[in-house]
């Protein structure tokens, strides 16, 4: 009788690191494209806990995904892959259509509206975390919702366009 005390004095612990590192992935969609063709993925990501990184994704949906974020350049938009992204507590990260998105590469199969596919984000604390994507209409925009501020967002490993 005395182990099942200090079983749960032992666990504790373990619990409040899980809290602290938890991620919440949100509003999670993407458009309508074609098989062979590029799609793209945006969401909502918020920390509940400690700092944390997106370091890695994957799909079944595509033969690579990768981290991007879109650009101006003297009038011209363009994208560039990012390595990671800081994901600070308490401070949701939204990845929109001009700003950070998920870039699919080599499309599997198309995505057509009211589809779904999972994807799944690495973390460097908080681990894998797989999603269900809904996909909406091609050249659908942003969902009208809290979208937080990316515009403050540290890149690591990389630079802030000038």
């Given at each position: 009788?005395?182990?099942?005390?200090?079983?749960?004095?032992?666990?504790?612990?373990?619990?409040?690191?899980?809290?602290?590192?938890?991620?919440?992935?949100?509003?999670?969609?993407?458009?309508?494209?074609?098989?062979?063709?590029?799609?793209?993925?945006?969401?909502?990501?918020?920390?509940?806990?400690?700092?944390?990184?997106?370091?890695?994704?994957?799909?079944?949906?595509?033969a690579n995904a990768e981290l991007h974020q879109s650009f101006?350049?003297?009038?011209?938009?363009?994208?560039?892959?990012?390595?990671?992204?800081?994901?600070?507590?308490?401070?949701?990260?939204?990845?929109?259509?001009?700003?950070?998105?998920?870039?699919?590469?080599?499309?599997?199969?198309?995505?057509?509206?009211?589809?779904?596919?999972?994807?799944?984000?690495?973390?460097?604390?908080?681990?894998?975390?797989?999603?269900?994507?809904?996909?909406?209409?091609?050249?659908a925009r942003m969902p009208d919702i809290d979208h937080g501020?990316?515009?403050?967002?540290?890149?690591?490993?990389?630079?802030?366009?000038?």
């Open positions: 009788m005395r182990l099942l005390p200090a079983l749960a004095l032992m666990a504790m612990p373990l619990a409040a690191i899980a809290d602290e590192t938890s991620i919440h992935l949100d509003h999670v969609w993407s458009r309508a494209a074609l098989a062979g063709h590029e799609g793209v993925v945006y969401l909502t990501i918020t920390s509940a806990g400690t700092q944390d990184s997106l370091v890695d994704i994957t799909t079944p949906a595509s101006s350049d003297h009038g011209v938009v363009r994208m560039r892959p990012v390595p990671s992204l800081q994901i600070e507590p308490g401070k949701p990260v939204t990845l929109t259509p001009g700003g950070y998105h998920i870039m699919l590469k080599d499309l599997k199969r198309p995505l057509k509206q009211g589809d779904s596919f999972l994807i799944t984000l690495s973390f460097a604390k908080a681990g894998r975390i797989t999603a269900t994507a809904t996909v909406e209409k091609a050249g501020n990316m515009s403050n967002m540290p890149i690591q490993g990389g630079r802030r366009p000038p």
